[in-house]
């Protein structure tokens, strides 16, 4: 069992900066692909990004270069440095912990980027 709290959502302008965070309880975090998922109104959730247990990072193409993951062991907690943001960065910001058998989901954070 696992369960996700995320935090640090809100509002910034075009070009600005957020760092959303995400605490894990259990024992499940040391052992997992932790990940970054988005759903924006009116579409799907899609795959942000996504960090191994041996740190091993993959990003959607649309954040290339603009989004970072990282994981700290000791804290359990997982986050997302997201750095030049755009309107279309607006959304709703979930965390998943992904395990060979489940998937655990946190309950999101609101993101809204203005132009």
């Known amino acids: 069992q696992a369960q996700l709290v995320e935090s640090g959502g809100g509002l910034v302008q075009a070009g600005g900066s957020l760092r959303l965070s995400c605490v894990v309880s259990?024992?499940?975090?040391?052992?997992?692909?932790m990940g970054w998922y988005r759903q924006a109104p009116g579409k799907q959730r899609e795959f942000v990004a996504r960090?191994?247990?041996?740190?091993?990072?993959v990003y959607a193409e649309s954040v290339k270069g603009r989004f970072s993951i990282s994981r700290d062991f000791a804290k359990n907690t997982v986050y997302l440095q997201m750095d030049n943001l755009k309107p279309e960065d607006t959304a709703v910001y979930y965390c998943?912990?992904?395990?060979?058998?489940?998937?655990?989901w946190g309950q999101g954070t609101q993101v809204t980027v203005s132009s």
């Open positions: 998943n912990l992904a395990t060979s058998l489940n998937g655990y």
């Open positions: 259990g024992s499940l975090f040391s052992i997992s692909t």
């Open positions: 960090i191994s247990p041996a740190s091993t990072r």
